[in-house]
């Protein structure tokens, strides 16, 4: 009877102390595993997502007891093979409940061994697996099969909505969310969310602080590895994003992207107040504090004010005496890189604004924006005191000092002062006795613009107008009139 009883315990799969011997033999052996093992607990799932059926225990049956490298209770269900029990004395693992595998280092719980073998090389920094084409090691099999396809150009993973293919999975199932606006990572500060992991540990960097990528060159520092890259090639010079259109190379994808929009004349990005539209977000941020006002940037020289932080660093060289761009022709220093690009166009002669109405040319967008108000009687700048209005910010400027007096430019002459550095500059023709302005027709020489240009109406015969300085009214002159205004002492 006793021996049926023991038949019948057997055969339902309950195993008895004597089999524990066994079990505590083998859980005492060191685990050697080879490439092929770790290929096959990656391949093998060991049925994790699958429900177990209702008889379970009676199939495999059960074992606890504690062990002395363990305060935790060890309850595992035993199938044929007792490899996985095999690691737990090496990697002091727990089996907690059912497929609960605990990492030692970072107490990180896992569902199966395998998943705890692959993890452990994060720790052990165990990269089995080797890229034929380029030597780049890789921890599990699957990582390399995706790194192979940079090589093969393999995208197995298409988008249903849009056709765009990807090299693995994962970067498909991110895509999606471009389509569906699901950001299932939400920032614990500001919850503000993103549609990758990745991308929102990046983000809370901003709220730590932590620039944990550092610069070898410079030792600059920076919140994410892909800034550092980026910033790296100041130092190298690399540029390996090249548009395909006009083969220009740039530092990043970004700035490639956004260069490619002069090409396609794309500008996706649309004000709310005016509707004007730029190519870039930034560009886009930059315009709309013309609406709001804001000039969050400071100078800590004067406390003046800037919408960008390109302004003010340009603006900071003014107290630095900085001009770090050159021109090659002449040798001339200037603070930024667009008055470099403008004054360049006096060597080369280029005008590349051309005036639609007299397709008269200009160097400068700004002396041709200026110009179309000619055209159009725009006078945007008026004075708060008078609400006399100008066509430029300079002419108002000019005219404020009418009322407030402000002489700011003395002759270092005869320390006679002017309303404008203009002003100045005829003046101290006075002294030098330059008159660089000619006349095409007779050669007569003169001191400013304003006399010549009153001057050739002698030969061309034509009336033209003269601003009264005492007055402030225009009045019209013959030709007879402009010989003695020629004339008089300046």
Known sequence: ???????????????????????????MKHLSVNKEEIIKDETLDFQENQKEPENFELLHGTVQKKYGYSDMLVESHFTNSVSCWSELPQTHTAHIGTKT?????????????????????????????????????????????????????????????????????????????????????????????????????????????????ACSECGKCFRTKGYLTEHE????????????????????????????????GVKPFACSECDKCFRTKTHLTQHETIHTGEKPFACSECDKCFRTKTHLTKHQRIHTG??????????????????????????????????????????????????????????????????????????????ERIHTGEKPFACSECEKCFKSKSNLIAHERIHTGEKPFACSECEKCFKSKGVLTKHETIHTGEKSKVYSITSGTDVSTSHRSLSSISCMPM
């Open 101 to 213: 595998f605990q990492c030692p280092e970072s107490e990180e719980c896992l569902s199966t061994n395998a998943s705890l073998c692959i993890h452990r090389r994060v720790h052990i920094e165990e990269k089995t697996f080797a890229c034929s084409e380029c030597g780049k090691c890789f921890r599990t099999k699957q990582e390399l099969t995706v790194h192979e396809r940079f090589h093969t150009g393999v995208k197995p993973f298409a988008c249903s909505e849009c056709g765009k293919c990807f090299k693995s999975k994962g970067n498909l199932t991110t895509h999606e969310r471009i389509h569906t606006g699901e950001k299932p990572f939400a920032c614990s500060e500001c919850e503000k969310r993103f549609r990758r992991k990745g991308y929102l540990t990046d983000h809370e960097t901003i709220h730590t602080g932590e620039k944990p990528f």
């Open 233 to 264: 090639r100041i130092h190298t010079g690399e540029k390996p994003f090249a548009c395909s259109k006009c083969s220009k190379c740039f530092k990043s994808k970004g700035e490639l992207t956004q260069h490619e929009t002069i090409h396609t």
């Open 1 to 27: 009877m006793q021996e049926n009883s023991k038949s019948l315990k057997m055969s339902a799969g309950i195993i008895y102390e004597e089999s524990l011997s066994y079990v505590e033999e083998n859980l």
């Open 322 to 399: 900085e001009k770090p761009f050159a021109c090659s022709e002449c040798g001339k220093c200037f603070r930024a890189k667009s008055n470099l690009t403008e004054h360049q166009r006096i060597h080369t002669g280029e005008k590349p604004f051309a005036c639609s109405e007299c397709e008269k040319c200009f160097k400068t967008k700004k002396a041709f924006t200026v110009h179309e108000r000619i055209h159009t009687g725009e006078k945007p700048f008026a004075c708060s005191e008078c609400e006399k209005c100008f066509k430029t910010k300079e002419e108002l400027t000019v005219h």
